[in-house]
């Protein structure tokens, strides 16, 4: 258990449940229901990783006796069971230790995430739908049931830009690893003469905010626009200006929605991104990191991306912040990011 005792510790863990519960017991924690609710969530979280630590840490103990006594007895039969329960004990601990990793303040919330087309022109936008195929069979993968919140197609092909809602307990913490440009090299399905092409799209992740959680927003900071959605001919959507977009006139940031058809329910769905990419800004300011977020975002294009997606001359997807590659792109293209993921987790707990 010495892997995760070095970010684990029991006792610490058993002194802020005290703590909570000495909290609880006041006659007033009850009087006010918003305030308890992060409270309440601490404890049951906390709860959960000292109950599964105890449970790991028991089979490990047990497993250690038996082996003994069966490596005394030379039976070699009970030994084989021992080593299959060590690697299933050893995969729960693996999991222990990567939830571990997400101790931020919103990495148990929902996430929001945004894909738009850098350089490349129509390979670029080709490039956001891959890119957004490949994370919402991610999502699947895990249950995590997602909705599109806006979507811009591109001229010829592909998409402009897209966002997303993606919804499940740890969203965020795990989606958060993907914020930067990621890059493509492939020969490209648009070039007569087929030639390789590099195309560029970055990646967005804030967390969705829960009901909790307070944004002040007053109504003369906001610009509200409606507007017909794009689509198909003949849609409902193109008929009527249900489409809504809604500007932060102080910090210049726009969130829109046209994917359904009523314009109260697509005003609400932008409000929701609004609130949580300004709670996010206010977030990086109290670190200092309000130009990173913000103004100072990369530019999307060579030489800031985060991974390189190789298709051609050879096949490789390379994450350059932890140096992860493997030559099975078309697993990851489909959705098989787990390893790409723990791995940055693991290398920001270093």
């Not at 092909?157 to 913490?173: C, D, L, Q, R």
Request: glycine share 6%; charged share 30%; aromatic share 8%.
């Amino acid at each position: 258990m010495t892997r995760s005792r070095s970010v684990f510790d029991p006792a610490g863990i058993e002194f802020r449940l005290d703590e909570i519960e000495a909290q609880i017991s006041r006659p007033d924690f009850w009087d006010n229901p918003e305030n308890n609710t992060p409270v309440l969530k601490e404890r049951s979280r906390l709860t959960e990783r000292l109950n599964q630590y105890k449970e790991i840490k028991t089979r490990l103990e047990d497993n250690d006796e038996l082996l003994d006594m069966a490596m005394d007895e030379n039976d070699q039969s009970v030994v084989k069971e021992i080593e299959k329960e060590v690697k299933k004990t050893d995969k729960e601990l693996h999991k222990f230790s990567l939830k571990l990793m997400l101790n931020d303040d919103d990495d148990s919330c929902s996430a929001i995430m945004s894909i738009n087309a850098g350089a490349g022109g129509t390979e670029a936008q080709d490039w956001v739908e891959m890119l957004m195929r490949m994370y919402l069979r991610w999502c699947e993968s895990r249950d995590y049931p997602t909705e599109i919140i806006d979507l811009q197609p591109g001229d010829e092909a592909g998409i402009k830009s897209v966002t997303f809602s993606v919804k499940g307990e740890y969203a965020f913490g795990y989606l958060k690893t993907e914020n930067g440009v990621h890059r493509l090299v492939r020969i490209s399905p648009f070039n007569a003469n087929g030639k390789r092409q590099t195309s560029f799209a970055s990646v967005f992740v804030y967390p969705e905010i829960e009901k909790e959680i307070s944004v002040d927003i007053e109504d003369k900071d906001l610009r509200v626009d409606v507007f017909r959605a794009s689509g198909a001919g003949g849609q409902h959507v193109n008929k009527t200006s249900s489409a809504v977009r809604i500007t932060h006139i102080p910090t210049g940031i726009v969130a829109q929605c046209q994917q359904q058809k009523s314009q109260h329910r697509n005003k609400e769905i932008a409000m929701n991104v609004l609130k949580s990419r300004l709670y996010q800004i206010e977030k990086q300011k109290q670190e200092q990191k309000l130009q990173e977020i913000h103004e100072g975002k990369d530019e999307i294009a060579w030489g800031n991306q985060i991974r390189s997606y190789i298709l051609h001359p050879y096949q490789m997807i390379k994450d350059h912040r932890t140096n992860h590659e493997t030559g099975n792109t078309q697993a990851v293209l489909d959705g098989s990011l787990d390893d790409f993921i723990e791995s940055a987790l693991f290398s920001d707990a270093v």
